[in-house]
C-alpha cells in the first residue's frame, strides 16, 4: 500500500536518525578533543611539578615528598608517574605493583594505555634537561571515569533523539493527517460514490484537488449524459426497427399468404429471429454495466412499483412478495437492476402456480439475489444447459430464451454469478451472487 | 365494442385497423398526440390502444392527462419501449397493459380481449360464458347448449357487447355508439334489426326489451 502519509513517515524518520546521529557523535567528538586538550595541559602541568618536586637533597638527587600530591601516594588512586634519570627511575605509590606500557613519543599518547584494576589512563611524557641530565617524567591519569561519563551522555543523547523523533513523527502525522484531510474525504467520497450513496464529490475542494474534483465530476456527468443518450438513441432505433417488424408481422396474417403456408411459415420464422436478435442487442446496448459508479436501486422504491407492474401483468392470482435488508440500497444502475429482476420474476410468474419470492441479502462480498418459484422447476441435469444458452427448454410461454439471456448478459457485466437450484418453496430458484465493488482503501489509518 | 387506436406509423395502423376489423372491433385511428388527448375522453371507447412514440405530444403524457382527467378506460400501451424501467413507467402513468413492438398480432388480439373482459368483471376463459351461451371470440361462432349456432358479423359484435355487459341497461344509441367507429352513419334501425336476429338464432328471452329504456341481456339465462 502507497500512502503518502507512510512515504513521508518513513523520509522523515530517516532524515532524523541521521542527522541526530552525526550531530551527537560529532559533538561528542569535539568535546572530547576540547577535553583532551585541557587534560594534556593540566598533565603537562603535572610534569613541571614533579619536575620541580625533584630536589638535590644530602643523598644526591631526590623527590620530595612534601611537593608531590597526596593522590600519588594513594594506591590506584588514578594518577600516576614515572620519572627515569640516567640511572634512576621513580614510580609513584599509587601505581604499586602495576606497570602500564608508558608511551614512547613525547606529548599526548595518542592511545590510552592499560592501566591497574581495568583503568584506562591518558598519559603524558615530557622530557626535561636539568643540571646536565635528561629527565624523562611521565604522567597518566585515569580516563575511565570520563569514558563512563561520555557514555552516558551518549545514551542520553540517543534516548533524547529517540524521544524527539518519536515526538517529530506524532506530531509530522498530526499535520500530514491535518494537510492530507481533503484527499482523506475525497477518498471517502469516491468509496460511496462506488457505493451509490452519492452521484458527485464536493466541489469545496481545496486548489490543489479542485482540478481532480473538477475532471471526476465532469467524467461522472459526461457518462451519465452519455449513457442517457446512446439509451435514448437505441430507443429510437429499437422503435425504427422494431414497428415495421410488428407490420411485417401482421402482413404474415394476410388472406393472401393463407394459399401459402410454407411462405407463411418462412417469413415469420425470419421475422421472428430478427425480432429476437434486435431486442437480444438493444437490450445488450442499452446496460450501463459498470460504467457508472453514482448510481444505486433503492429497494424501496423501485420494488413496490415492478411488483405491482408484475402482479397487473400476471393477473392470475399468484401471491407476489419480496424480503429486503432495512433501506437496503443496491449499488447497480437502476434500469440494469430493473432488467434483472423484471426479467426473472417475470419468468418465475410465467410458471408458478401460487407463489413468487424476491429475497435480498447482504453477503460479506456483496449481495445475494434469490427468486423463487412453486412451479414445475428444471431437472438438475438440464440446469447448465439453460445457463449456458440462456433459454428455458421448453418455450411454450413466449420470451423465456430472451430475458434470460439478458439477465445473463447483465450478471456477466456486474461479475457476479448464478446458479439455478431447488426452492423451498417446490419450484425453481435462481440464486444470484453479485460482488460488491470495493473502494480500493481498505487501510484504516485512524 | 369500439376501439381507438392511437398508432403513429401508418403501415402498422393500416394492418391493426384491418386485423381488428376482422375480430368484430370498431376502430377508431388517430395519428397525433394532440388529437388522442382530446378524442380519448370526448367519445365513449370501451379500450384505447396507445402508441407511446407520438408527434405532437408524447404517449405517456397524453395517459397521464387522461387518468388526470379521470378516464377509466383500459389502456393497453403499445410500445418498441421495451425495458422494465419503461414498463413500468408506463403503468405508472396509467397504462393497464403493456405490449411491445413488434408483437405478434395474435398476443395483442389475446390482450385486447383478457383486457375488455377485465374491464366487464368478466373471468378470463378461453370462451366467453354467460349463463347457457358460450361465445368463441376468434372464430366468431358461439355454442348454446351444446349447438354451435353460427353469426354474421354485426350478430357477432352485438352479441360480444350484450355478453360483457350482462344485466346491464342498455338503450339503443348507446348500442350504437359501441359497435361502430365514429365514420359509420349510426341507424338505430339496424340494431332492432339485428336484435330481431339473435333472439331468432338464441330464444326470445336471451334479449329483453324495456320500451323507452332500451335492451338488457341475460335477465333470463
Known sequence: MKSIQGRLGLGLIAVLVLVSLVLLQASLWLFESALRRTLADNLREETEGLLVAIVRGPDGVQLDPDRLSPRYQRPFSGHYFRIDLPGRTWRSRSLWDASPQWPSSPGLADELIEGPQDQRLLAYRAEYQRGGQRVLIQVAQDYSPILQSFDRVRLTG????????????????YVVRLALRPLEQARQQIAQLQEGHRRQLDTDAPTELQPLVDEINHLLGETEETLKRSRHALGNLGHALKTPLAVLNSLTLRDELTEHPSLRTALREQLTQMEQRVARELGRA????????????????????????????????????????????????????????????????????????????????????????????????????????????????????????????????????????????????????????????????? | MRLLLVEDNVPLADELIASLGRQGYAVDWLADGRDADYQGTSEPYDLIVLDLGLPGKPGLDVLRDWRGRGLATPVLVLTAR????????????????????????????????????????????????????????????????????????????????????????????QLAEHLYDGETERDSNVIEVLVNRLRGKLGRDVIETRRGQGYRFGGSV
Not at chain 1, 163 to 168: A, D, E, F, G, P
Request: hydrophobic residues 40%; proline residues 5%; negative net charge.
Open chain 1, 158 to 173: 540517543l534516548v533524547l533523539v529517540g524521544v524527539s523523533i518519536l515526538l517529530l513523527v506524532l506530531l509530522q502525522r
Open chain 1, 286 to 446: 442499452r446496460l450501463a454495466g459498470e460504467a457508472l459508479p453514482g448510481t444505486f436501486f433503492d429497494c424501496e422504491t423501485e420494488l413496490p412499483a415492478l411488483f405491482d407492474t408484475l402482479a397487473m401483468i400476471h393477473a392470475r392470482g399468484v401471491s407476489l412478495d419480496w424480503q429486503a435488508p432495512a433501506a437496503c440500497r443496491l449499488p447497480w444502475d437502476r434500469e440494469d437492476m430493473l432488467e434483472l429482476l423484471g426479467n426473472l420474476l417475470d419468468n418465475a410468474c410465467k410458471w408458478a402456480k401460487t407463489r413468487v419470492r424476491l429475497t435480498i441479502d447482504r453477503t460479506d462480498e456483496g449481495y445475494r439475489l434469490c427468486i423463487d418459484d412453486d412451479g414445475p422447476g428444471i431437472a438438475p441435469s438440464r440446469r447448465d444447459e439453460v445457463l449456458a444458452r440462456g433459454t428455458r427448454l421448453d418455450e411454450r410461454r413466449d420470451g423465456h430464451g430472451l430475458g434470460l439471456g439478458i439477465v445473463r448478459d447483465i450478471i456477466a457485466a456486474w461479475q457476479g454469478d448464478w446458479a439455478l437450484e431447488d426452492s423451498p418453496l417446490g419450484g425453481l430458484r435462481v440464486d444470484i451472487h453479485l460482488p460488491q465493488r470495493v473502494a480500493r482503501t481498505p487501510e484504516r489509518t485512524r
Open chain 2, 82 to 173: 421495451g425495458s422494465w424501467a419503461e414498463r413500468i413507467e408506463g403503468l405508472k402513468a396509467g397504462a393497464d397493459d403493456y405490449l411491445t413492438k413488434p408483437f405478434h398480432p395474435e398476443e395483442l388480439a389475446l390482450r385486447i380481449q383478457a383486457l375488455l373482459r377485465r374491464a366487464s368483471g368478466v373471468p378470463n376463459q378461453p370462451l366467453l360464458e354467460v349463463g347457457a351461451l358460450a361465445l368463441d371470440e376468434q372464430r366468431g361462432v358461439c355454442r348454446q347448449d351444446g349447438n354451435e349456432v353460427s353469426l354474421t358479423a354485426g350478430e357477432f359484435r352485438l352479441l360480444r357487447y350484450f355478453m360483457l355487459h350482462p344485466g346491464r341497461m342498455l338503450s339503443k344509441s
